[in-house]
């Protein structure tokens, strides 16, 4: 057995939202069923969240990703796991029709989420496909930036520009600069500040915050979180305007890179850059000028 379920699938996670429909099988033969999340630790075999919007039965329920993870190492009888889940939903919530959010490809073979590279054949319908961005720790090096970002890092170091994990006290004003770049881009962060901090006191091994200083001003900033054991993800960075020319997320993403190395993750994952499919060229080239790799994080759907 797995000794924790992933963050998106934890009970402490799990009991913060509203409207959360949580999904169990007790053993490989038995059906599914709706649980709490108290119980999600008695010894739960196969686990899934979602949201019921309209006559939709939609994974997650509020995550990066959804799907099933399996509380159990590898397990190769997957036939009745879907289909059984299929013929529930109907019955239990009158939907008719289900949708997931897949992981990203890279997490495919990850403990406890190897069932989600078959969903797309019984899910038949692709809704999206998003690009996903990720560096393989254990091959990349600063070798792998694109020449450009080379300079741009020995020129920070040079100038005093520096990284580093940030402590509570900070978070505040990293969160204000992730605000301030969301508005000029005409949107909100997907989280509040108060919500931020709930999460890092409540999973301090899980989220971390980091930092790039210049001399004591605090000029880029970024949100990561333990996603799978396997999994670093970072869920929101961003650098003040007038002070871009530095590229200080450039010095950011190294300090994650060696603390994710440092803390035996495989992945470094740097999200999409797509939206429903909807493919950001700028933030495609900024990802791949970073060393990383594309893999496909799919949207599928059925209808019951």
Same mark, same amino acid.
């Given at each position: 057995?797995?000794?924790?379920?992933?963050?998106?699938?934890?009970?402490?996670?799990?009991?913060?939202?509203?409207?959360?429909?949580?999904?169990? !099988?007790?053993?490989?033969?038995?059906?599914?069923?709706?649980?709490?999340?108290?119980?999600?630790?008695?010894?739960?075999?196969?686990? !899934?969240? /979602?949201?019921?919007?309209?006559?939709?039965?939609?994974?997650?329920?509020?995550?990066?990703? /959804? /799907?099933?993870? *399996?509380?159990?190492?590898?397990?190769?009888?997957?036939?009745?796991?879907?289909?059984?889940?299929?013929?529930?939903?109907?019955?239990?919530?009158?939907?008719?029709?289900?949708?997931?959010?897949?992981?990203?490809?890279?997490?495919? %073979?990850?403990?406890?989420?190897?069932?989600?590279?078959?969903?797309?054949?019984?899910?038949?319908?692709?809704?999206?496909?998003?690009?996903?961005?990720?560096?393989?720790?254990?091959?990349?090096?600063?070798?792998?930036?694109?020449?450009?970002?080379?300079?741009?890092?020995?020129?920070?170091? %040079?100038?005093?520009?520096?990284?580093?994990?940030?402590?509570?006290?900070?978070?505040?004003?990293?969160?204000?600069?992730?605000?301030?770049?969301?508005?000029?881009?005409?949107?909100?962060?997907?989280?509040?500040?108060?919500?931020?901090?709930?999460?890092?006191?409540?999973?301090?091994?899980?989220?971390?915050?980091?930092?790039?200083?210049?001399?004591?001003? *605090?000029?880029?900033?970024?949100?990561?979180?333990?996603?799978?054991?396997?999994?670093?993800?970072?869920?929101?960075?961003?650098?003040?305007?007038?002070?871009?020319?530095?590229?200080?997320?450039?010095?950011?993403?190294?300090?994650?890179?060696?603390?994710?190395?440092?803390?035996?993750?495989?992945?470094?994952?740097?999200?999409?850059?797509?939206?429903?499919?909807?493919?950001?060229?700028?933030?495609?080239?900024?990802?791949?000028?970073?060393?990383?790799?594309?893999?496909?994080?799919? !949207?599928?759907?059925?209808?019951?």
């Amino acid at each position: 057995m797995l000794n924790t379920n992933p963050v998106f699938w934890s009970s402490g996670y799990l009991s913060k939202k509203k409207d959360l429909k949580l999904l169990a !099988m007790k053993s490989p033969l038995s059906d599914w069923g709706e649980i709490s999340p108290k119980e999600v630790n008695t010894n739960v075999f196969a686990l !899934m969240t /979602g949201e019921i919007n309209g006559d939709s039965f939609i994974s997650p329920h509020s995550a990066t990703f /959804g /799907g099933i993870h *399996l509380n159990q190492d590898y397990i190769k009888e997957y036939d009745l796991i879907i289909p059984k889940l299929v013929h529930f939903l109907p019955s239990k919530f009158e939907v008719k029709k289900l949708s997931v959010l897949l992981p990203s490809s890279h997490l495919y %073979e990850s403990v406890g989420l190897e069932i989600n590279s078959i969903f797309p054949a019984y899910l038949k319908k692709n809704v999206f496909i998003d690009r996903n961005f990720v560096i393989k720790l254990k091959i990349w090096s600063e070798s792998d930036l694109s020449k450009g970002n080379r300079k741009k890092l020995r020129q920070s170091r %040079e100038g005093g520009i520096f990284s580093s994990q940030l402590d509570s006290s900070e978070i505040p004003n990293a969160y204000s600069i992730i605000e301030e770049n969301r508005k000029r881009l005409g949107v909100i962060p997907s989280i509040s500040l108060n919500e931020l901090l709930d999460l890092v006191v409540s999973f301090p091994k899980l989220y971390k915050v980091f930092g790039t200083y210049y001399k004591s001003e *605090l000029i880029a900033a970024a949100i990561v979180v333990e996603t799978h054991p396997e999994n670093n993800y970072v869920y929101m960075w961003a650098e003040k305007l007038e002070y871009r020319n530095f590229s200080p997320v450039v010095s950011i993403f190294k300090k994650i890179v060696e603390y994710s190395q440092d803390n035996g993750y495989k992945f470094l994952d740097l999200g999409t850059s797509s939206s429903k499919g909807k493919t950001i060229e700028g933030l495609v080239r900024f990802k791949l000028n970073l060393g990383a790799m594309e893999y496909e994080k799919l !949207m599928v759907s059925t209808n019951l």
